[in-house]
């Protein structure tokens, strides 16, 4: 089955800053990769995702590479604030309608003021 | 966007007794919805797939029995712990892909719900 690895599991960037959180799967018949942030005692929230029909999206600060031949994605955001603290996680799917996720670890993200 | 919400958000309940919690997807139709498991300061693990008008699928190791779930209608899905013990408690999340209109892969989570057994 799919195994998903993240890191790494802690990153603390400056305000401003930029964040890379690094991912790889394992299947090679995946082609859904979300992400999601976490805060404390809540659920996580979809905060980008790509197929793997492209190479790389993104939506204001963040943004998302894929690379199918690695198997590896990555989660980039720039000028970090400190709301952008939290946990994230990366996943992979097969990408149908209904498909179950498989989840990475996590990374704890704090942006320092 | 889609919002899915869980009932109670916090429950604390005796040894022995059972507890059920509500996953519902407000403004759209969820014909699948996921339910997961997360402990403190781990990743979200899942327990089962649950299908509208069909039986749920569990995961390798989870207990069917222990963990009931129903999937009555397109915009919930319940869970219930059976016979809840200490070792139950954790923080259960509830996710649904959104059917109505165009099929999405996204899926959206729900706020979860905090049990503690006690």
């Known amino acids: 089955g799919e195994n998903v690895e993240q890191h790494p599991s802690t990153l603390s960037v400056q305000e401003g800053d930029s964040a890379v959180i690094k991912c790889t799967y394992s299947?090679?018949?995946?082609?859904?990769f979300p992400w999601y942030k976490q805060e404390l005692g809540k659920g996580p929230q979809l905060i980008i995702d790509?197929?793997?029909?492209?190479g790389e999206k993104k939506d204001q600060r963040i943004a998302v590479t894929l690379n199918k031949t690695a198997k590896h994605f990555s989660l980039h955001i720039t000028e970090t604030q400190p709301e952008d603290s939290a946990v994230y996680f990366c996943?992979?799917?097969?990408?149908?309608?209904?498909?179950?996720?498989?989840f990475g670890a996590g990374t704890i993200l704090r942006v320092k003021s | 966007g889609a919002v899915v919400s869980q009932h109670p958000s916090r429950v604390i309940c005796k040894s022995g007794t059972s507890v059920k919690i509500e996953c519902r997807s407000l403004?759209?139709?969820?014909?699948?919805m996921f339910w997961y498991r997360q402990f403190p300061k781990k990743s979200l693990m899942l327990m089962a797939t649950?299908?509208?008008?069909?039986?749920?699928?569990?995961e390798q190791g989870v207990e069917k029995d222990k963990f009931l779930i129903n999937h009555a209608s397109l915009t919930l899905s319940t869970l219930t712990v059976t016979s809840a013990h200490p070792e139950d408690s954790s923080f259960y999340i509830c996710?649904?892909?959104?059917?109505?209109?165009?099929?999405?892969?996204?899926?959206?989570f729900g706020p979860g719900t905090r049990l503690t057994v006690t």
């Open positions: 996710s649904a892909y959104r059917t109505s209109g165009a099929p999405s892969y996204e899926q959206y």
């Open positions: 403004d759209f139709q969820a014909t699948t």
């Open positions: 649950s299908n509208e008008g069909s039986k749920a699928t569990y």
């Open positions: 790509i197929r793997s029909n492209v």
């Open positions: 299947d090679s018949a995946s082609n859904y």
């Open positions: 996943a992979a799917s097969l990408g149908r309608y209904g498909n179950k996720l498989v």
